[in-house]
């Protein structure tokens, strides 16, 4: 205060949910004026206020690209911030650098959304997890001539993504939904011969033990789930396992239930005998009798099959 005739002091507000930073010029009658820090710039000699010169003085306008180094920078604290929805927004092969937008949140502060800057050799960040900033960063304005107020842009070398989805140091971020697991289709000549050729040993394998498997543990021994296949395919699926049809061979898909429940046959096995070619307009009593009729001849068929082996 003696040697320069003023003091800087910094103060942080909360303004519409949003944090903002003040320059205080503090005068020897030690009233202090604020001003934002996007009126302020850094010089050789220190932060320049306009109320240290008595006019404002020439806003910087930033280029996202062009060097910050001898920008104004504040250090961020190593695992103090967390980020996630990250979208990459531009990249910068003259800086070496990639830019994303983000959810970010400062430990004990609110969430806003700004720009994250990482090297271009840096694995991107998942839009799907919390990820936090535990190396060097600094928090750097960026103005422009056309904006109403300064934006923010944090630079940073890396970050660590954290093994689960939330975290109650930064309770206001939510990572983007994970996108669903690509359904498995079976219309590949490949794939449909392969689950085909699956279930059937699986239903041989049951036709020996003299047992019933339901839908969901039969599709469970290819290592896909029930809902990988959709009712229709389910139908033909089992059709081409009774194929070739021959006269007099038994319905070895009778051995096929619905899962949780063997009360009576499945809805789909009616669409089975339609596609085999046999009888099929039977009603309820008269389908369930000949399902059971349909699993003896298996039974007894694979019984003797293996007997002669």
Known sequence: MQTEGHAIRFTCRTEGGT???YVGTQHPDHSVELTT???CHLTDDGIITPHMTGEPLIDITTDAGADTTAQLAFPIVPGRLAFTASVPAEEQTVTGRR?????VQPLGSVMTRIRIALPL???PPSPHRLNVIESTSHLIPQTDSSATKPSWLIEAVGFSSLPVRSDPRWPALRPAPEPPAPSVTVTGTHVRAALVERFRKELEAVALSHSLIDWETLVGTTGMAPSDI???DRVRLLIEVDHPRADGKPVLSS???PTGDDSGPPSFFTDILRGLGRPHDLRPIELGRLRKVEQARVFAFYQEGDSRT
Do not use: M, N, Q, S
Not at 99 to 103: C, E, G, M, S, W
């Open 19 to 21: 944090r903002k930073v």
């Open 37 to 39: 820090l996007d009126e």
């Open 99 to 103: 830019l994303y937008h983000a959810d």
């Open 121 to 123: 050799h840096a694995v």
């Open 230 to 232: 959709t009712p229709a």
């Open 255 to 257: 051995l096929v239930g």
